[in-house]
């Protein structure tokens, strides 16, 4: 119970504050009354799943990715829309372009699609690698996605 609660605690922290590192959280969730360590913090960043974006008073701040399955939150979205440069094919494979640093970001997105025509990812700094099935399945990726960059 007490690890819900504080998931809930850091998932409300980080909609409503810019926090940065895994201490502001530790001095935030103490703050808030839950002893914790740097290392149930760092469990707990990995076990909900959190990520950095870029902040606007600080450089980053954590994000989480919206609950429901293959659906995106508005701030995944809107990162998405954010960050990216070009998408293209070759073959089966979707490569995805973003500026410096959000490639990451980018293949969280597309992870959260969940597409059943993409076999898996790899993403790097600032280009992301998505395999197909076929080279008609990464065209229709690629069409879906350029939708999300433009909506």
Do not use: W
């Amino acid at each position: 119970m007490l690890r819900n609660a504080r998931h809930s605690k850091i998932l409300e922290l980080i909609e409503e504050k810019e926090i940065e590192t895994q201490e502001e959280l530790c001095q935030e969730l103490s703050e808030a009354h839950f002893a914790v360590t740097q290392a149930t913090v760092s469990r707990d960043v990995r076990e909900l799943r959190l990520f950095k974006v870029a902040g606007v008073k600080k450089r980053y701040r954590y994000a989480a990715i919206s609950k429901s399955e293959g659906e995106l939150s508005d701030k995944m979205r809107s990162l998405f829309q954010a960050c990216l440069e070009s998408i293209n094919t070759v073959g089966n494979i979707i490569v995805v372009k973003t500026l410096n640093g959000n490639g990451a970001n980018a293949g969280v997105v597309i992870d959260r699609l969940n597409y059943e025509e993409v076999v898996g990812s790899i993403a790097g700094d600032d280009t992301v690698f998505s395999i197909c099935k076929t080279p008609e399945e990464a065209l229709i990726v690629k069409e879906r996605l350029l939708r999300l960059a433009k909506d």
